[in-house]
């Protein structure tokens, strides 16, 4: 038997149906990356913005065939998705570079220069970039581009003068679906019933479901449970941004280390000098009311040895409730409510609760955590604007469908409890829907028309991280190749007549 079959456990022939077709589609993935060249250093006084320069590569207003400065032939297959965060403006984009498919992400800036003045060669986020797209024909400084790959200059390839092509762009009024077309499946699925798509979605997200049980098994069985499910945690509360490094740092702090020492204080003091955040007051000034405390900590944490893990956190672009530092007191607060035992604490939760539903309540209470002393902490030094709970619900729910319930149900199918492991399955699809975010919101206006369908079909949690499922197991998997999508060519799913809205 396989350390995780859900196969056997399984027997929804519309989850069967769609794991074949993921299947298909991971076949069908190619995917492969280059690393960025550039080629233009000029500027001048009348180079428009950046923003109409990307909305250029979006609406592709070019006169073809589009030539790079090395003279290679370039073919955009597919512009990529608008990245309205942080890493390179264009991701997922697909070209062909003198008959070779690419793909990888598109950055765009007014001169050459600029991606050094930003970062961007010291940053990670930027080393699957295939094509440097800048404004201006280049100078001599620079014109061969470094490591191979493909400069496009704007100016020449424009079929009209680009103030004439600014003023019918109309920028102001840009709607974000101009940003992320629909997919080849967008007007197929259009022209089902909301049930048949609600029931696709919910197959989709019980698949995820699945394979985040099976991920957090296999870690169960190699670390041990409490600390695989410490580390889950711990990534979660991270984010998108910071989930690398707070995963990390729960692995530089594992759990039996943490229960040896002698108290809260000691623990906390640990967390925060591993994680680089105690302030150096040489440097850094510290509120009044933080200051014995973090003489405190530096003391406790210089005992312990006064090591420190290699963590790269990522500030910018963070709203302040999601900021690292709050989200690792949260941790720390969770950690004394576990006593150190996650895993006796999560049986506890579910032992006394007896339906999905209030096992759902439990979860997300559980995962809950404020702190009066701490409401108004940002940082040693700053303030937080008003009072806000360390974890809120919001996230505690997220945590909940990601961590916590995928966790119940594969440790329960380990030790032979179907009854649990299908409770937590039954509250997975059950619970209500989750805070939207940007990636949702790009995710509907690929594959739903209108993208407004999505709060009908996607009215629970599980259906929303369908929708998540389905746009990483296809569109990314494929670079958005649409004529080899196996979702968008397959026939009605099984059970039709069965979907449930």
Known sequence: MQIYGWEEVVADPWVAWYRGLRTL???ASRADAAVVAENNGAADDFQPAERFLQALWREQRFALPLRAVDGRCLEVLHPGVWNVGAGPDFRD??????????????????CLKDWWRHGHDRDPAYAEVILHVVWEMPGAEG???????????LG???PAEWRQLFDELRLNAW?????????????????REDAVIARLLEAAGMARFHDKAGGLLREGLRQGFDQALYEAVFSALGYRANRGPMGRLAAAAPLTELAGLPGARHRLALLLGLAG???????????????????????????????????????????????????LLAGAALVERWGCRPVRWLD????????????????????????????????????????????????????????????????????????LAERAEAACRE?????????????????????????????????????LEIYRDFCEALGHQCAACPLAAAESPPGREAAAG
């Open 175 to 191: 709607p974000y679906a101009r940003r992320v077309p629909p997919g080849g499946c967008a007007l197929k699925l259009a022209w």
């Open 431 to 467: 619970a209500p829907r989750l805070q939207g975010n940007r990636r949702l919101t790009e995710v509907a206006h690929r594959l739903l028309v209108p993208p407004s369908r999505l709060t009908v079909v996607a009215t629970n949690a599980c259906r929303q991280q369908g929708l």
């Open 348 to 419: 506890g939760l579910a032992a006394a609760a007896t339906t999905p539903r209030a096992l759902w309540r439990e979860l997300v209470k559980g995962f809950t955590v404020q702190d009066e002393r701490l409401a108004g902490f940002l940082t040693f030094d700053r303030r937080l604007h008003g009072h806000a709970l360390l974890l809120g619900e919001t996230r505690a729910r997220d945590i909940a469908v990601n961590v916590a319930l995928p966790f119940l149900a594969a440790r329960a199918r380990h030790q032979g409890d179907a009854a």
């Open 277 to 327: 955040f105690l302030p150096d007051r040489t440097r850094t000034p510290v509120l009044a009311e933080h200051q014995a405390e973090a003489e405190d900590w530096w003391r406790l944490w210089w005992q312990a040895g006064g090591r420190r893990a290699d963590l790269d956190w990522v500030r910018t672009g963070q709203r302040p409730l999601n900021r690292p530092e709050r989200r």
């Open 93 to 110: 984009a697909r070209l062909r570079i003198d008959g070779q498919e690419r793909g990888g992400a598109v950055e765009v800036h007014r």
């Open 143 to 153: 014109a061969a581009p470094p490591g191979g790959a493909p400069c496009l200059v």
């Open 25 to 27: 589609a991971a076949q």
């Open 156 to 158: 020449p390839a424009l």
